[in-house]
C-alpha cells in the first residue's frame, strides 16, 4: 500500500501508514509512525485504541509536540492525535471544559476575555489541555492538580470520568498508564476583571519574551527544577549555555532550553542532554531529570532515555 494512503474498510478509523512525526513537534526532529490516526471523537478513539490492542501495537498521542522528543527511527505502533470535538473549549458555570487536544493557552485566552482567572499559567504551556493534565503541567507556582476538576479518559476498554484525586499527582507526574488518554478535562476558574487577568498575562509572556528563547525550534524544558533550586542555574553554571552536538545546542539566553536546527538528528538532542547532565553531575550538583518526553520506536513514551549516573 502507498505511504500515506488510507487503509481497507475494516479499520475502523481513518488509520495511515507510515506518517512523519517530525511535522507535528516543535523541533520538526524525529521519524515516522507505521500508524496514525486524526480522531474526532471519544467513540473513535476507543475504536482505535482497541484496534491497536487487538494487534498489540504500543500507542501513543501527541498534541502540540512541545514537549516530545521522536526517536529517528520512528514509533513502530500507533499514533493518535485528537480534533475536531475533542479540541473545543467551552465556558460552563465557572468552569471551563477542554477537549483533550484543546490547545492549553488559547483556553486561558477564552477564559481571560470572558473575566474568569484561575489557569493563567497554562499561557505559559504550549501543549494541549490532555497534555497538561497527563504531566501535571504547572508554571509560577500553579499546576494542573490545583485547578482540575475532572476528566474523561478512555482506552481500549472504553472510558471512565476520574477526579482530581485519581491521577496521583506528583511533580511533573500522573499515574495515566500507556494507553489511556485524556479525551476531556473540566478546569474550576473564579470571577475577576478581565483587564486584571490581561495585565497578568501581558507581565507572564514579557518575562518569558526576556528570558527564554524566541523563533527558534525548541521545546519547553529540558530538564525538571530539582527542589530549591533551577535546573537552568545549575546547566548555566556549569558551563552549558552555548554548549552545541550536532544540530542541537543548549540556548545562550537561558541553559534549560536546547535550540534545533535544520539539520539536527534526535540524536544530538539526546546526546547534549546527557552532555549537559553530566556536566552538572560533575561539578558537584544533582542528577538532573528530563522533563521532555520521547516516543521510543517500540516502548511508546518514555522519559528521555539518557545514560545512568551516581
Known amino acids: 500500500m502507498a505511504m500515506g494512503t488510507l487503509l481497507a474498510a475494516e479499520v475502523p478509523t481513518d488509520i495511515q501508514r507510515h506518517v512523519s512525526l517530525a511535522p507535528y513537534t516543535t523541533t520538526r526532529v524525529g521519524g515516522a509512525a507505521d500508524w496514525f490516526a486524526t480522531v474526532r471523537s471519544r467513540r473513535a478513539v476507543v475504536s482505535a485504541l482497541g484496534w491497536a490492542a487487538d494487534r498489540d501495537l504500543p500507542v501513543a ?17 500507533l499514533v493518535l492525535r ?71 479518559v478512555c482506552s481500549a476498554e472504553g472510558h471512565d470520568v476520574r477526579g482530581a484525586d485519581d491521577f496521583d499527582f506528583a511533580y511533573r507526574h500522573s499515574n495515566l498508564r500507556p494507553g489511556e488518554i485524556v ?40 530538564f525538571t527544577n530539582p527542589p530549591r533550586n533551577g535546573a537552568g542555574r545549575l546547566l548555566e553554571a556549569a558551563g552549558c549555555k552555548g554548549l552545541r552536538v550536532g544540530g542541537a545546542r543548549f540556548s545562550p539566553k537561558h541553559a534549560n532550553f536546547i535550540e534545533v536546527d535544520a539539520e539536527s538528528r534526535t540524536a544530538d538532542v539526546v546526546a547534549l542532554m546527557a552532555e549537559g547532565r553530566r556536566r552538572v553531575r560533575a561539578a558537584g550538583g544533582p542528577v538532573l531529570h528530563p522533563e521532555v518526553h520521547y516516543l521510543h520506536p517500540t516502548r511508546g513514551m518514555i522519559p528521555t532515555p539518557l545514560p545512568e549516573l551516581s
Open 61 to 77: 498521542v501527541i498534541g502540540k509536540g512541545s514537549n516530545l522528543l521522536v526517536d529517528d527511527d520512528g514509533f513502530r505502533g
Open 183 to 222: 479525551t476531556l478535562a473540566s478546569f474550576r476558574l473564579h470571577e475577576e476583571d478581565a483587564e486584571v487577568v490581561a495585565g497578568r498575562l501581558r507581565e507572564w509572556r514579557t518575562h518569558r519574551r526576556d528570558t527564554q528563547p524566541q523563533g527558534v525550534r525548541t521545546f519547553g524544558s529540558v
Open 82 to 152: 485528537l480534533a475536531g470535538a475533542l479540541s473545543g473549549i467551552s465556558l460552563r458555570d465557572g468552569r471551563i471544559w477542554c477537549g483533550g487536544g484543546a490547545s492549553f493557552p488559547r483556553a486561558v485566552q477564552r477564559a481571560a476575555a470572558s473575566g474568569w482567572g484561575g489557569i493563567e499559567f497554562g499561557a505559559s504551556i504550549p501543549g494541549t489541555a490532555g497534555g497538561a493534565v497527563a504531566m501535571n503541567a504547572g508554571a509560577y507556582g500553579t499546576e494542573v492538580v490545583d485547578v482540575l476538576e475532572w476528566a474523561v
